[in-house]
């Protein structure tokens, strides 16, 4: 079984509509991500959280927030989609604890389209 | 300023054969780690190689290498003994200090393998 887990995997709404996407992980990791990629521009960093009570604002926040259920769920809701948050969304942990590494781990990632 | 920069949007390279995946960074901090990803067609991150700053050597990982020059900001990638299922997107990332809190990735080069 994959050690982190995102649902769904595709999804397709429309505009105006909430939608949550969910992310689990078995490896015990303490921090959290997500991160959403468009063509040419790479991964850019939405919100973190370094445990279940620490939430943190990433690159580009705007139109997003987050939900820390527990060590092992984080999830991403948009409020209120719109076309330009159409996107791939990936979750990924990481451990300091593992060394000056720290390096993370992604999901599978989320095709998200908002027509 | 970009924090890391992939100056090479695609490449090709012939089946067998080595290729180097350019990559330079941006930072004052003397504590940072380097992280090489891969993400094939299908759309998942797989880790790579990790250098950190203070490392002596550079990294290997089988058939990946990371060719680190401090002085010039640069950590490439060099994949040798090139095999088809190596085509792909390829994303070079950096962690600012020693547990630092955010990952700046690059916009990715992407390799294709040539029979």
């Known amino acids: 079984d994959a050690d982190v887990t995102q649902t769904p995997r595709n999804r397709i709404t429309k505009t105006g509509k909430r939608i949550m996407l969910e992310c689990s992980q078995t490896k015990g990791h303490d921090r959290m991500y997500w991160y959403r990629q468009d063509p040419g521009l790479g991964l850019r960093l939405i919100y973190y959280s370094f445990d279940v009570k620490d939430i943190n604002k990433g690159e580009i926040s705007d139109g997003y927030s987050v939900s820390r259920q527990a060590q092992a769920k984080f999830s991403l809701s948009l409020e209120s989609a719109i076309p330009n948050q159409t996107a791939l969304y990936f979750c990924?942990?990481?451990?300091?604890?593992?060394?000056?590494?720290?390096?993370?781990?992604f999901g599978p990632g989320t095709r998200l389209t908002v027509l | 300023a970009q924090k890391i920069t992939q100056t090479q949007p695609g490449m090709f390279v012939q089946e067998k054969e080595a290729v180097t995946l350019d990559c330079t960074y941006d930072t004052s901090d003397p504590s940072y780690g380097l992280f090489w990803y891969k993400q094939p067609s299908s759309g998942e991150m797989i880790f790579l190689i990790y250098q950190g700053s203070y490392d002596q050597q550079n990294a290997t990982e089988g058939r990946y290498s990371l060719n680190f020059q401090k002085a010039r900001k640069s950590a490439n990638l060099v994949i040798s003994a090139s095999q088809l299922g190596d085509s792909a997107m390829y994303f070079c990332a950096m962690r600012e200090g020693r547990y630092g809190n955010q990952f700046y990735f690059g916009t990715g080069t992407s390799l294709t393998v040539i029979p």
């Open positions: 990924a942990t990481s451990d300091p604890g593992q060394g000056a590494e720290d390096t993370q781990y």
